[in-house]
Antibody
Framework: EVQLVESGGGLVKPGGSLRLSCAAS????????MNWVRQAPGKGLEWVSS????????YYADSVKGRFTISRDNAKNSLYLQMNSLRAEDTAVYYC???????????WGQGTLVTVSS | DIQMTQSPSTLSASVGDRVTITCRAS??????LAWYQQKPGKAPKLLIYKASSLESGVPSRFSGSGSGTEFTLTISSLQPDDFATYYCQQYNSWWTFGQGTKVEIK
């Protein structure tokens, strides 16, 4: 069974940092690109970042470029999102999601809540 | 950036109704369009990919159509489990989601 489990969310002050993790199981992690998508409270879905299966290609939404860094460790079946210079508008549930080549997200984690507030 | 516009934002319907949601892209995305269902406090669930392909395990009452810039999601006979929010998503160039359509009980 495919499982994606996010962790690392919490309350952080503006300007602070947080590192999210996503532990994957039940599939060959190294064969899939991985993605972060966020959802602010009561709002819609916003793509944040994508990383290819071998980490060769990395993309970011303009709203997080220069502040967030996506990475993965295929040996540990894990995806990460390092978030720096956090702002109130980064408050959201952050989901990790896998995508096969040429496909969109077919499995999502349950999400982890990040709250940026003083 | 490609913008996705869904309509309506809210839809009131009854069990058994035929429901149609529309999604428009700001430029052609060929058939790189997906539909997701999301219930409160849950992750989105993939229903349709490549505009009209039904994801495994999704009931056949869900169907998708369209290409280029105009797409539709149709639920042929609304069931109690279908009351949720639906999002379209383009994956032609990065990912962009529509603003969502909440399907509520009439």
């Amino acid at each position: 069974e495919v499982q994606l489990v996010e962790s690392g969310g919490g309350l952080v002050k503006p300007g602070g940092s947080l590192r999210l993790s996503c532990a994957a199981s039940g599939f060959t992690f190294s064969s899939y690109s991985m993605n972060w998508v966020r959802q602010a409270p009561g709002k819609g879905l916003e793509w944040v970042s994508s990383i290819s299966s071998s980490s060769s290609y990395i993309y970011y939404a303009d709203s997080v470029k220069g502040r967030f860094t996506i990475s993965r460790d295929n040996a540990k079946n894990s995806l990460y999102l390092q978030m720096n210079s956090l702002r109130a508008e980064d408050t959201a549930v952050y989901y990790c999601a896998r995508a096969a080549a040429g496909m969109t997200a077919d499995y999502w984690g349950q999400g982890t809540l990040v709250t940026v507030s003083s | 950036d490609i913008q996705m516009t869904q309509s309506p934002s809210t839809l009131s319907a009854s069990v058994g109704d035929r429901v149609t949601i529309t999604c428009r892209a700001s430029q052609s995305i060929s058939s790189w369009l997906a539909w997701y269902q999301q219930k409160p406090g849950k992750a989105p669930k993939l229903l349709i990919y490549k505009a009209s392909s039904l994801e495994s395990g999704v009931p056949s009452r869900f169907s998708g159509s369209g290409s280029g810039t105009e797409f539709t999601l149709t639920i042929s006979s609304l069931q109690p489990d279908d009351f949720a929010t639906y999002y379209c998503q383009q994956y032609n160039s990065w990912w962009t989601f529509g603003q969502g359509t909440k399907v509520e009980i009439k």
